[in-house]
T-cell receptor, first 112, second 115 residues
């Protein structure tokens, strides 16, 4: 079983919809939780990160971490066609914060 | 303000050939890493380095070598290319200081095909 499992998708939503992207994990040592966005044929770019549990909001994006359930989510409000991309969750621990474990990614398409 | 630069962008190799994928960063980051990305499989760590002269294996190191002689450069060598190494390769770098340690900067990728 993989340490990080990500909802596979793909997801297709109309413009303006609320999008929920989710990952589960098994390693209780994970403390850093990241979301990356990857446009087609480009490298991933960090969208948001959260340390330990809780919520973090940045504009239309909200990241949630529930360590008791080993479950993280990224919500996108008022989704735009420019949000169409593959979203990767990633996690790392305090003891080896340099090594991130990635989910397989969820491809999102937002239709105008 | 180049960030992480990978060369080449595309490469076709014959089985058994060797080559080096180049990666350079200009942010003075201590930590650098190489990933491969295959369809539907996310990013898998090949090798990483926490500073000049220090490297270690990741999840899928077989068939690859790395060295880190300077802070800026972290080349990845394919010793004897195999079709199973057909993939997109990404180099990444990050600072290891505090919360900044979580932010990784990725290169644009090298698309490698082994025939």
């Amino acid at each position: 079983q993989k340490e990080v499992e990500q909802d596979p998708g793909p997801l297709s939503v109309p413009e303006g919809a609320i999008v929920s992207l989710n990952c589960t994990y098994s390693n209780s040592a994970f403390q850093y939780f990241m979301w990356y966005r990857q446009y087609s044929r480009k490298g991933p770019e960090l969208l948001m990160y959260t340390y330990s549990s809780g919520n973090k909001e940045d504009g239309r994006f909200t990241a949630q971490v529930d360590k008791s359930s080993k479950y993280i989510s990224l919500f996108i409000r008022d989704s735009q066609p420019s949000d169409s991309a593959t979203y990767l969750c990633a996690m790392s621990s305090n003891t080896n914060a340099g090594k991130s474990t990635f989910g397989d990614g969820t491809t999102l398409t937002v239709k105008p | 303000n180049a960030g992480v630069t990978q060369t080449p962008k595309f490469q076709v190799l014959k089985t058994g050939q060797s080559m080096t994928l180049q990666c350079a960063q200009d942010m003075n980051h201590e930590y650098m890493s190489w990933y491969r990305q295959d369809p539907g499989m996310g990013l898998r760590l090949i090798h990483y380095s926490v500073g000049a002269g220090i490297t270690d294996q990741g999840e899928v190191p077989n068939g690859y070598n790395v060295s880190r002689s300077t802070t800026e450069d972290f080349p990845l060598r394919l010793l004897s290319a195999a079709p199973s190494q057909t993939s997109v390769y990404f180099c990444a770098s990050r600072s290891t200081v505090g919360a900044l340690g979580t932010e990784a900067f990725f290169g644009q990728g090298t698309r490698l095909t082994v025939v």
